[in-house]
T-cell receptor, first 114, second 112 residues
Framework: NAGVTQTPKFQVLKTGQSMTLQCAQDMNHEYMSWYRQDPGMGLRLIHY???????DQGEVPNGYNVSRSTTEDFPLRLLSAAPSQTSVYFCASSPQGISGNTIYFGEGSWLTVV | QQQVKQSPQSLIVQKGGISIINCAYENTAFDYFPWYQQFPGKGPALLIA?????SEKKEGRFTISFNKSAKQFSLHIMDSQPGDSATYFC???????????FGSGTRLQVQP
């Protein structure tokens, strides 16, 4: 029972580089999202998707891009990394229906931009 | 703009004691209030949740108390154990939105 799988676990980037954080879920959840976690600020929503082909911006979308070509995968792209994007990134998914607010998180991706 | 304010930032409790973490929200449209538990190096995991039609929900040693008029809710951990040492986040959401607004987190340390 894999749940929500994120890769890589750790990554160091140089300013200006681009990269993609991968996220996959095997629970057939329609809803997927990306959060970033910074000290003293909780988790903030970056982008989310309510189904394949549908994405929308969250609270802090600048500098990030997403796409949703399949139900299972929801990659997060950093277009030109900046030190302010040093953070821990969490992918999450949620099923439809009554339990739609129950959100399951991956184990996180630690990103350092130098 | 922080819509969910959480306190305290950190908390130290002796084993067997009661841990209390408080949250206040601003958006009256919120109608779902979960608490997440996060261990170091792991993602948050749902601990317990409440909807505003009840004032209290208990699951084992964990209890949520909810005060709709004050727009406040709190987590009580009874008989706290060292294994409860983790960071706790309150959150709020509107039904169906599936996007959570998180508090800033409370780092709980339970001393043996």
């Amino acid at each position: 029972n894999a749940g929500v799988t994120q890769t890589p676990k750790f990554q160091v980037l140089k300013t200006g580089q681009s990269m993609t954080l991968q996220c996959a879920q095997d629970m057939n959840h329609e809803y997927m999202s990306w959060y970033r976690q910074d000290p003293g600020m909780g988790l903030r929503l970056i982008h989310y998707s309510v189904g394949a082909g549908i994405t929308d911006q969250g609270e802090v979308p600048n500098g990030y891009n997403v796409s949703r070509s399949t139900t299972e995968d929801f990659p997060l792209r950093l277009l030109s990394a900046a030190p302010s994007q040093t953070s821990v990134y969490f992918c999450a998914s949620s099923p439809q229906g009554i339990s739609g607010n129950t959100i399951y998180f991956g184990e996180g991706s630690w990103l350092t931009v130098v | 703009q922080q819509q969910v304010k959480q306190s305290p930032q950190s908390l130290i409790v002796q084993k067997g004691g009661i841990s209390i973490i408080n949250c206040a929200y601003e958006n009256t449209a919120f109608d779902y209030f979960p608490w997440y538990q996060q261990f170091p190096g792991k993602g948050p995991a749902l601990l317990i949740a409440i909807r505003p039609d009840v004032s209290e929900k208990k699951e084992g040693r964990f209890t949520i108390s909810f005060n709709k008029s004050a727009k406040q809710f709190s987590l009580h951990i009874m008989d706290s154990q060292p294994g409860d040492s983790a960071t706790y986040f309150c959150a709020s959401a509107r039904t169906g939105r599936r996007a959570l607004t998180f508090g800033s987190g409370t780092r709980l340390q339970v001393q043996p």
